[in-house]
């Protein structure tokens, strides 16, 4: 079982950055691939970053060159750094574990861009 908090939401002025942590407690974090997802209101889950226990990266086109995941294993953290950032980004931001069939998601921290 693994339970995943996120922290570092907030509300930011357009063009300002901020950088979510996904703390996960349990064992094998580091076997985990990690994700973060976002959704608006009256809006699909969107996917945006993930990244494997190795380091392998994988990104949604929408965030590419502003949005960068990283990863402590010997912290159990995951980061979502975010930069640029735009009224369109503002939404609640999820962190996600998975390994095989095991699945597991947080509460989510709110984002809002706006002036």
């Known amino acids: 079982q693994v339970q995943l908090v996120e922290s570092g939401g907030g509300l930011v002025q357009p063009g300002g950055s901020l950088r979510l942590s996904c703390a996960a407690s349990g064992s094998g974090f580091s076997a985990y691939a990690m994700g973060w997802f976002r959704q608006a209101p009256g809006k699909d889950r969107e996917f945006l970053a993930a990244?494997?226990?190795?380091?392998?990266?994988n990104n949604a086109n929408s965030v590419t060159g502003r949005f960068t995941i990283s990863r402590d294993n010997a912290k159990n953290t995951v980061y979502l750094q975010m930069n640029g950032l735009k009224p369109i980004d503002t939404a609640v931001y999820y962190c996600?574990?998975?390994?095989?069939?095991?699945?597991?998601w947080g509460q989510g921290t709110q984002v809002t861009v706006s002036s």
């Open positions: 996600n574990a998975q390994r095989g069939f095991e699945v597991y």
């Open positions: 990244m494997s226990g190795d380091g392998t990266t």
